[in-house]
């Protein structure tokens, strides 16, 4: 039988790391696109495909962003700050998303 060590701690703050890139990502682009979606000037369809343009962008900016603080908190820290203005711009806007 195979023992299992549990995995190094530089092993787990690049995991955290990853999954803040990849599932923060996800969800900063997730809660842009509605948030600008509902903001945004112009016929609901336009605004929503610059919606959802900007999202891809951000996408790739926490994703690679989610490697640069020297803490892996700092990163969660910024997803949920980043996650709550694009909400608080979704909510505080005039239309539905």
């Not at 495909?49 to 700092?74: E, H, K, N």
């Amino acid at each position: 039988m195979a023992v299992v060590r549990s995995a190094p701690p530089a092993r787990k703050a690049v995991l955290n790391r990853i999954a803040a890139g990849l599932g923060g990502g996800y969800a900063v682009a997730a809660a842009a696109a509605s948030g600008l979606a509902a903001a945004l000037p112009g016929p609901p369809v336009e605004a929503a495909v610059t919606a959802q343009l900007i999202a891809y962008a951000l996408f790739v900016l926490v994703a690679l962003w989610s490697f640069v603080p020297q803490r892996g908190w700092a990163v969660w820290a910024g997803v949920l700050a980043l996650i709550g203005v694009f909400m608080m711009i979704g909510a505080t806007s005039g239309r539905p998303a």
